[in-house]
């Protein structure tokens, strides 16, 4: 199994901060990486696929990069209502899930 | 706009058998892969398994030996069931669309049915 390790597991950042989500994996999963945020008591949103595909319709301050072993989920200037957790998913091997990160809004 | 609703018993005894249906609505069910997805507090996201147009299905290892997932086209719904249940079964359980890109990769998601295990 493929094991996705996201850090931090709680980040708190301010309206217009630049913030980095980190995933790692066990063992390449080549660009095969998607991420979700998800709000409380909802169902999670398809932010970005293949490592670096913005979903339609996510706003432009979401951007992923990486390949191989380690993807990072940046967002460029933070809203408020970017308070959610972030999961990543490879599936590369069947697929598994990191185990998320709470980002909240200061 | 595609809609998928979950429903099903949110209560089921140890050793029984879990069973949830998730209805589709507002696009062709036989274009994509159908999946279900669960979430609990203790082991986050894990997929349980998918369904193409075709019938063919895919499990997760770990769950194969008690999990069949089954559709029916003309009421475009897919099923679950989940045999001899534990608390490890108790999450929050998600139908999902997959297949626009791989097998996995979810772009709708049910919003979720609450399923507790408990005698």
């Known amino acids: 199994d493929i094991q996705m390790t996201q850090s931090p597991s709680t980040l708190s950042a301010s309206v217009g901060d630049r913030v980095s989500i980190t995933c790692r994996a066990s063992q390449s999963v080549d660009t095969l990486l998607a991420w979700y945020q998800q709000k409380p008591g909802k169902p999670p949103n398809l932010l970005v696929y293949?490592?670096?595909t913005l979903q339609s319709g996510v706003p432009s301050r979401f951007n992923g990069s990486g390949s191989g072993t380690e993807f990072t989920l940046t967002i460029s200037s933070l809203q408020p209502d970017d308070s959610a957790t972030y999961h990543c998913q490879q599936y590369d091997t069947l697929t598994s899930f990191g185990q998320g990160t709470r980002l909240e809004i200061k | 706009q595609v809609q998928l609703q979950e429903s099903g018993p949110g209560l089921v005894k140890p050793s029984e058998t879990l069973s949830l249906t998730c209805t589709v609505s507002g696009d062709s069910f036989t274009y994509y892969v159908w999946s279900w997805i669960r979430q609990s507090p203790g082991k986050g996201f894990e997929w349980i398994g998918y369904?193409?147009?075709?019938?063919?299905?895919s499990y997760n290892p770990s769950l194969k030996s008690r999990v069949t997932i089954s559709q029916d086209l003309s009421r475009k719904q897919l099923s679950l069931q989940v045999r001899s249940v534990t608390a490890a079964d108790a999450a929050v359980y998600y139908c999902?669309?997959?297949?626009?890109?791989?097998?996995?990769?979810?772009?709708?998601w049910g919003q979720g049915t609450l399923v507790a295990v408990t005698s």
């Open positions: 369904i193409a147009s075709s019938g063919h299905t």
């Open positions: 293949k490592a670096s």
């Open positions: 999902a669309r997959t297949g626009f890109s791989g097998y996995y990769v979810v772009d709708h």
